[in-house]
């Protein structure tokens, strides 16, 4: 199976274009992403009993009692590189895996191709547009892009990410 980066439809290995959008071919999804750390932990609850690397799926089961689910598809992240376009948003997606704790169910999940999709992000007017906006932690106000410290109070990220680090 491969998945469309322009869309995001799964098709079949034996096509080289998508019959949804003819978007090319793009690399095969992993089927096995590279797993978390041996040693993992539960975050929430601390537990050794950890399931690393589990497929994240959509089903369609429909009765909780039904033995035979049928798996319609993965789940997967997605970053539109254009997300303010009308028609071609230039999606980049990513298979997603999962980490279960199996004493309190908590699930994390993390994507296959992590690097890939910043690089989209990174390429995103979401990226532009939140260094022209952002805002001051400590009083609201806007602090421009070019500017390190608010222009109203003087807090940085900087000094507000080093004191957060100390409470830990």
């Known amino acids: ?18 019959w949804k959008c ?3 071919k ?7 992403a590279s797993p978390p750390p ?3 932990a539960c975050a929430r609850c601390g537990s050794k009993r950890v399931i ?17 689910m049928e798996v319609t598809g993965e789940l997967m992240a997605a970053v539109a590189v254009k997300p303010r376009a009308l028609l071609d948003k230039a999606w980049v997606y990513g298979g997603l895996r999962a980490t279960i704790c199996a004493d309190c169910g ?4 993390w994507a296959d191709n992590q690097a890939e999709l910043y690089e989209a992000y990174e390429q995103s007017e979401l990226l532009e547009e939140a260094m022209k906006n952002t805002k001051c932690l400590c009083c609201g106000q806007t602090i421009p892009g070019d500017h390190d410290r608010c222009p109203k109070c003087g807090w940085s990220y900087a000094e507000g990410q080093a004191a957060a680090k100390t409470e830990l």
């Open 38 to 40: 041996k040693e993992l």
């Open 52 to 68: 690393p690397g589990g497929r994240v799926a959509l089903s369609n089961q429909v009765d909780e009692g039904e033995p035979d």
């Open 22 to 24: 003819a978007g090319e």
């Open 106 to 109: 908590a699930t994390e999940l």
């Open 1 to 18: 199976m491969w998945s469309c980066k322009q869309c995001g439809e799964q098709l079949d290995d034996q096509f080289d274009s998508c």
């Open 26 to 32: 793009s690399a095969p999804l992993p089927r096995e």
